[in-house]
């Protein structure tokens, strides 16, 4: 299938490492031109170095880097199609998952809320004028824990249900500006934040006296009741994404894709 993406323009947060770095991978192969938004860079996405990326340095926790971002993003490449709000997750100073409510202080709930849903809409704000002179779209990375409360991670889950509702409020308000808005919901997902020396696969493995291996393929997927049985793959969930970004999608707005393994189990 031709997703139509030659040429369009995407700005990525999040793209150098897990899943943005799937979906700054994929549209490159689709022919679109990339910024790709992060701190730091990456080995991956050195690999993906050429004349259509573009990494864009910076912390998207100073609220002056969404307009600086958007700028370069249309100066190096004439416009903008497509944002995809990928970069989320533990602030820096915040470990997650993390428990009890009575844990957390104002400054873990603030920093959480600060990087996972003002950033995104500092950034979307910014961004709109350019999706709407265009025609572009928006793809909102959320979670499935949106959907799942639980007792631990209090803060993440509610600021990623805040990215999900304010997604389906812009999606009718720009729709009819032609600019569609859908978000993708990942669960378990096997990126750095698992995987890395010294991560939560670590801290989990250690906490239940399980090596890591046997944590990531089984004791998890089983805990959690994925009827696949295993993680996420964050290139499952870049592909979710880009399709959104194509116009091949142009009648779904407002929607949510969950890629989680079959781990919500409501309708
Ligand atoms: N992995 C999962 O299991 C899972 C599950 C549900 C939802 N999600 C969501 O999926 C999205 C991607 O997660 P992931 O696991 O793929 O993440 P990841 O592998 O940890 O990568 C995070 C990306 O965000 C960038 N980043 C982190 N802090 C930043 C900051 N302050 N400013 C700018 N960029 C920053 C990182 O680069 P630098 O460090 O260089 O800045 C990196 O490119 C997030 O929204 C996350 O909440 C993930």
Do not use: C
């Amino acid at each position: 299938m031709d997703l139509a993406l030659r040429g369009r323009v995407a700005v990525v947060t999040g793209g150098s490492k897990g899943i943005g770095l799937a979906v700054v991978r994929t549209l490159l192969e689709e022919g679109a031109f990339v910024v790709a938004a992060s701190r730091s860079g990456s080995p991956g996405l050195a690999d993906l170095a050429g004349p259509n990326l573009l990494h864009a340095a910076g912390d998207l926790m100073d609220p002056a880097f969404p307009a600086e971002l958007v700028e370069r993003a249309v100066g190096a490449f004439g416009g903008l199609d497509i944002l995809v709000n990928n970069a989320g997750g533990p602030p820096p100073g915040v470990v997650l998952p993390r428990g009890p409510f009575l844990d957390g202080t104002d400054t873990d709930w603030q920093a959480v809320f600060e990087f996972n849903l003002f950033a995104v809409m500092r950034l979307t704000r910014v961004a709109l004028p350019h999706l709407v002179e265009r025609g572009g779209t928006i793809v909102n990375v959320s979670s499935s824990l949106a959907r799942q409360p639980g007792t631990n991670n209090y803060e993440y889950a509610a600021a990623k249900a805040a990215v999900s509702h304010v997604s389906k409020g812009l999606s009718e308000e720009f729709g009819p500006q032609g600019v569609r808005v859908n978000t993708v919901s990942p669960g378990i997902t096997r990126t750095n934040w698992w995987t890395d020396e010294g991560g939560v696969a670590d801290m989990f493995a250690g906490a239940m006296g399980v090596d890591r291996d046997t944590l990531l393929d089984k004791t998890l997927p089983e805990m959690m009741r994925l009827s696949t049985g295993r993680f996420v793959e964050p290139q499952e969930v870049a592909d979710a994404i880009v399709l959104l970004s194509s116009p091949r999608s142009g009648s779904t707005n407002g929607s949510e894709f969950v890629v989680d393994g079959g781990m919500l189990k409501e309708i």
